[in-house]
């Protein structure tokens, strides 16, 4: 029986919010605007019209490519991308075909990645990063499909990975981690629901033993198929999971079956949870490359590239490692308070104002804990937490009178807890410790009400 392997590869595109088109001066990021009221002739294509590159939209993904630590290209161009269909209003697409702003990099995650509970590092290489114009929206009622051109001529960057995936639950930690990375960079949205960022996984599945014996000095490699299967516009990190279990599924009935998996372009069904067969995928010849000849290609210097690299801002992962590292934080809470770019950012500025005073030791868990934990609210100003934190935190002075009555009422009315105490089971004070609390309706503080206790038991 084949042991087999799922062969995984991403495209991701995600949607800039720059604040004009890709090509034209239309209004970016109007979702709830009225269908085709935010459309020109340069997004339409209309005979005549030019198109002029949107400059923040080139930074920004110069700056995601860096972040992804890809090389970035110093001589870069726009192509036409040819195509047949309907929200495709020009019959072509202005891309990047074999001279991308970005190149070769990867992501690396895993350890202490939330509850994944990773031991080692995982690394997965990002192919490119290029950019292009989105396309319209196509909305389906019963019979009839609609098409709206408002999204046509945003900018979209392409992010696509080699095919170094072999399960479904590693491309989630992937997507949920680049997903947190755009956030932390502001260059988009990446809205989900509103498909801001959208994930189409290549599939196919090889058999364990075909490798590729290695030659001298180079290493052995795995023989990949000779298909793949594309499951566009997903938009919930669930459903790329559920869509890729399924296909991988699908694929090995198939092949135990002597059949190879048609090479297809495939939609997602979430409410039967299954892929359904759109069109057979096209190849990079079936697109017609040619050079954008309305815009002349681009050179960067350096200086330009490192002034765009300075304004990324620290990730996620150093930001978790550090706070493991330099604060004394919990791996969990490290991780979670680093998903968020403004979460972190705040808990840092509260830590500022904390220690302007005297601060107890391993007071950064503490403050990570009452923020996690939600006890204290982040809306206020970091100062307001800290005098709010303070309040909450601050010794609660004991009536010692009130405390010697309540402590001899609970030994006399629980003999044998004190029985057990007495007789090495020390565990059993904490419920004490709970009745004299109960007595002093919480006006006492713990550690005071324990040596009481501990006092009146010898």
């Avoid at 392409?158 to 981690?177: G, H, N, R």
Wanted: net charge neutral; hydrophobic share 35%.
């Amino acid at each position: 029986m084949n042991k087999y392997i799922p062969v995984i590869g991403l495209e991701i595109h995600v949607e800039l919010k720059t604040k004009s088109g890709m090509f034209c001066q239309c209004a970016n990021g109007l979702h709830e605007a009225n269908p085709n009221s935010q459309v020109c002739p340069v997004c339409l294509g209309l005979p005549g019209a030019l198109p002029v590159p949107n400059k923040q939209a080139i930074e920004w993904t110069i700056k995601m490519g860096k972040a992804l630590n890809c090389a970035i290209s110093k001589h870069t161009k726009f192509d036409r991308k040819h195509y047949s269909y309907p929200d495709l209003a020009k019959g072509y697409q202005i891309s990047q075909y074999d001279e991308p702003i970005a190149l070769t990099g990867y992501l690396e995650f895993g350890k202490n990645h939330g509850t994944y509970k990773n031991t080692e590092e995982k690394k997965f290489r990002i192919h490119r990063v290029h950019l292009e114009e989105d396309t319209g929206k196509l909305i389906h009622k019963g019979e009839e499909t609609l098409i709206d051109f408002n999204r046509s001529g945003v900018p979209l960057v392409e992010i696509v990975t080699e095919p170094d995936f072999t399960s479904s639950a590693d491309v989630k930690m992937f997507l949920e981690e680049l997903h947190t990375i755009i956030r932390y960079l502001d260059v988009s949205e990446a809205d989900l629901e509103k498909g801001t960022m959208r994930m189409e996984p290549n599939i196919s599945v090889r058999v364990e033993s075909l490798k590729v014996l290695k030659s001298e000095g180079q290493p052995e490699k795995f023989k990949l198929p000779n298909y793949k299967v594309e499951v566009k516009n997903i938009n919930s990190f669930n459903f790329v999971k559920r869509a890729i279990d399924f296909e991988v599924a699908r694929h090995i009935e198939l092949l135990d079956k002597g059949e190879t998996p048609v090479q297809e372009t495939r939609g997602w069904n979430s409410e039967r949870g299954i892929t359904y067969s759109q069109r057979v995928k096209e190849g990079a010849a079936d697109y017609r490359y040619f050079p954008e000849p309305d815009i002349p290609p681009f050179n960067f210097t350096d200086s330009y590239i490192n002034k765009i690299t300075e304004t990324i801002p620290e990730l996620p992962k150093a930001k978790m490692d550090r706070f493991i590292k330099s604060l004394g934080l919990k791996e969990l809470d490290a991780y979670s308070i680093s998903r968020e770019r403004e979460i972190s950012d705040y808990f840092e500025l509260v830590l500022v104002e904390l220690k302007k005073g005297k601060t107890e030791p391993g007071i950064e868990q503490k403050v990570a804990s009452a923020l996690l934990n939600k006890r204290l609210s982040t809306t206020v100003s970091p100062n307001e937490f800290v005098k709010k934190y303070k309040e909450m935190t601050a010794p609660i002075a004991t009536d010692t009178g009130l405390l010697e009555e309540s402590v001899k009422k609970v030994i006399g009315a629980n003999e044998k807890a004190v029985t057990e105490y007495k007789s090495g089971k020390v565990s059993v004070i904490m419920f004490l410790v709970g009745q004299v609390m109960k007595e002093m309706k919480g006006k006492a503080d713990a550690s005071t009400v324990r040596k009481a206790l501990e006092e009146g038991m010898k």
